[in-house]
């Protein structure tokens, strides 16, 4: 196993590695990884902040999959040319993609243009 030291950035730590994830024994609870970098806060504020970053990640990322599902949902019944049960999703959908919008997941423009293309295919 060979870490790379990269930079110290206040008070954050990076450095890289040459194995595979499952390889290393470390407490990944206090470390993220980002595009094969593993960021190790040192101070107790940053170790704080990383837990919160953390925990929002999981929230947007949940938050996201709702939306793919409820999209995949829809071009599911009108691929089958079933477009009476997809317009019946339609409002769950929208409540979806919105909750997401005012949660700060997806910016306003996004949200309507996906709302756009669900009402465009179901047509």
């Known amino acids: 196993m060979m870490f790379t030291f990269n930079h110290f950035s206040g008070n954050i730590l990076v450095f890289s590695f040459a194995v595979s994830r499952q390889d290393l ?3 990944l609870k206090s470390q993220l990884l980002i595009n094969n970098y593993y960021i190790m806060p ?3 504020s940053a170790k704080k ?6 925990v929002k990640k999981a929230r947007n990322d949940r938050n996201k999959k709702n ?12 691929k089958d040319k079933n ?3 997809a317009k019946k999703l339609l409002p769950e959908a929208y409540s979806v993609i919105d909750k997401a919008c005012k ?11 996906k709302k ?3 009402s465009k295919i179901t047509k």
């Not at 599902?69 to 071009?75: Q, T």
């Not at 997806?106 to 949200?111: G, L, Y």
């Open 103 to 113: 949660r700060g997941v997806i910016k306003k423009n996004t949200a309507s243009r």
């Open 83 to 85: 477009k009476v049960e």
């Open 116 to 118: 756009s293309r669900l």
């Open 42 to 44: 040192i101070t107790k």
């Open 25 to 27: 024994d470390l407490n």
């Open 49 to 54: 902040a990383l837990r919160g970053s953390l």
């Open 67 to 78: 939306i793919k599902e409820s999209i995949k949902k829809i071009e599911k019944f009108v």
